[in-house]
């Protein structure tokens, strides 16, 4: 059973920085893609940066391009997101989720479905 524990979630001021993790466990398949999404109260679920396991491929959203890293630790199967520069826009609960595919540009498919989440991480920014 695979399942996916995310924390570093917090309260900040605007301009700050935060690191979101997530711990992965129970898969075995080497070819996934993994990936940081978000809600806001209201608001629909937003995909904000994902990878393929295999590397060569990283999706940002518009709105977080320049600001948010997403990086993977395979030995520790932990993904981060390291998230600089935060506006008050970029508060939501933050998820982490898991899909196994047969090849990277599956990660590419915008209707990609995930199959695996975590319970997800409050990041709150003021301005």
């Known amino acids: 059973q695979v399942q996916l524990v995310e924390s570093g979630g917090g309260s900040v001021q605007a301009g700050g920085s935060l690191r979101l993790s997530c711990a992965a466990s129970g898969y075995t398949s080497s070819r996934y893609c993994m990936g940081w999404f978000r809600q806001a109260p209201g608001k629909e679920r937003e995909k904000v940066a994902t990878?393929?396991?295999?590397?060569?491929?990283?999706y940002y959203v518009d709105s977080v391009r320049g600001r948010f890293t997403i990086s993977r630790d395979s030995a520790e199967k932990t993904l981060s997101l390291q998230m600089s520069r935060l506006k008050f826009e970029d508060t939501a609960m933050y998820y982490c989720?898991?899909?196994?595919?047969?090849?990277?540009?599956?990660?590419?498919?915008?209707?990609?479905?995930?199959?695996?989440w975590g319970q997800g991480t409050q990041v709150t920014v003021s301005s």
């Open positions: 989720a898991l899909v196994v595919v047969a090849a990277g540009p599956d990660c590419e498919d915008p209707l990609l479905s995930y199959d695996y």
């Open positions: 990878l393929y396991s295999g590397g060569g491929y990283r």
